[in-house]
């Protein structure tokens, strides 16, 4: 019967009779997946976001770095300035084996905020340099373009005076049309080769548009630091717990500095994986929590439904009577009424799945050039499908008690019906 085209027009014409009813009912369930659909689409945009903001640096990475010591130890004072060394990444190296990359750098005007003149010709300015080893492209994605490169390890082991500029850099120092890579730039009065020009991105990382980049071992010399390193990027494994590993190379570096195990405050860190699972968890929750909120008002919304057509199968009691005094079977009946209970929840459903996608994709415009970890707000499509059939289901489900009213009328008692 759900092919007839005479169901069909029993459907709308018994929808229609009461059009304010339906429409308050319709919108009771249209409310129920616009949540679903808002509150989802809003968890994975946080989702998006993140991970654009951050998306060519690894995900299970951290960085520590030393502070002072805040308690005694071994006839240490408190306050004891510490400082790792080039050494200590070997022996981190050893000691965990989660660990996959841990590139050492250093830098100059990054936290002194004396940052050294860079100068070509008549043009100079103030940008922050970083002595780094190629292996941090292992852990931070550096995008290289004009046929350039990256520091390589033959640039660390001879000490080359190249560097890797910004954009910003290129742009303030070389003229519209003039090819950086091959030129020269001085820095701190030492001639520098460029090599590359990095392109920023947003989601490249912690550095600007403006750094430059050169060997760690040419930052050395440059600037007589010895086997100091200012901090180290750490990179660990895919399937191991970034967490532990932070703990581990605290401990590690507590060990190799004789600092005491309880002391919270002698190195510091940031750990990058730790935010992306805390991220990842808060946009599970919330999209739990839409799940279930939109379940609990779709599921209102269909007992609304159901209500209606009890009140609509009291009201057609004598059209009822007249169909099974005609020999409409009870089945035909039954199914006639839980028709009515799907369709009226198809469509809200499919109304409020429509909704839902107009204010996200406004959200999307909204916030589509805004320096804010949020992007591409979407449901994936087997949610909603999900979504739908759930509503299906239930409004099967709440049509079978009205359909069962229905069939319990005998006839002879509908006929009678004024």
């Not at 550096?142 to 910004?166: A, S």
Request: proline share 4%.
């Amino acid at each position: 019967m759900i092919f007839r085209k005479d169901t069909w027009i029993e459907i709308l014409d018994s929808v229609s009779k009461n059009k304010v009813r339906t429409t308050i009912t319709v919108i009771g369930v249209l409310w129920g997946i616009f949540i679903y659909i808002a509150l989802s689409g809003a968890a994975k945009g946080l989702d998006h976001g993140f991970e654009r903001q951050f998306e060519r640096v690894a995900m299970n990475s951290m960085f520590a770095w030393a502070q002072q010591t805040s308690v005694p130890y071994k006839g240490f004072k408190t306050g004891r300035p510490l400082q790792l060394k080039l050494g200590n990444v070997a022996e981190l190296t050893n000691k965990i084996p989660e660990i996959q990359f841990i590139a050492p750098r250093n830098a100059k005007g990054v936290f002194d905020g004396d940052a050294p003149t860079i100068s070509r010709g008549q043009k100079s300015g103030q940008y922050n340099i970083y002595g780094d080893f190629p292996v941090l492209v292992k852990i931070a994605t550096k995008d290289i373009y004009h046929g350039g490169r990256f520091l390589n390890y033959d640039d660390v082991k001879q000490e080359r005076k190249v560097c890797v500029i910004g954009e910003r850099t290129r742009k303030e120092l070389f003229g519209p049309k003039e090819n950086p890579v091959g030129q020269f730039v001085k820095i701190d009065n030492s001639f520098f080769q460029v090599i590359g020009v990095l392109k920023f991105s947003k989601g490249g990382g912690f550095e600007g548009d403006g750094d430059v980049f050169i060997p760690f071992t040419t930052f050395q010399k440059l600037y007589h630091t010895a086997d100091n390193v200012g901090w180290l990027a750490i990179a660990a494994y895919n399937n191991v717990d970034v967490i532990q590993v932070e703990k581990d190379v605290k401990r590690v570096l507590k060990e190799i500095h004789q600092v005491a195990p309880d002391d919270e405050r002698a190195f510091g860190s940031f750990n990058l994986g730790e935010i992306f699972n805390k991220v990842k968890s808060f946009s599970k929750g919330l999209t739990f929590l839409s799940l279930v909120v939109g379940v609990a008002t779709i599921f209102a919304g269909v007992i609304g439904i159901g209500n209606i057509l009890l009140i609509s199968v009291k009201e057609r009691t004598r059209e009822l009577g007249v169909r099974r005094a005609l020999g409409a079977t009870p089945n035909e009946i039954k199914g006639q009424i839980i028709l009515e209970s799907v369709f009226l929840t198809l469509v809200s459903g499919i109304l409020g799945i429509v909704l839902g996608a107009l204010v996200l994709s406004g959200v999307n415009a909204a916030t589509k050039d805004v320096d804010f970890p949020y992007a591409n707000p979407t449901v994936p499509i087997p949610y909603i499908i999900g979504a739908l059939l759930i509503m299906i289901v239930l409004g099967t489900l709440i049509g079978l008690i009205p359909a069962q009213r229905a069939v319990s009328i005998k006839p002879i008692d509908a006929l009678r019906e004024e």
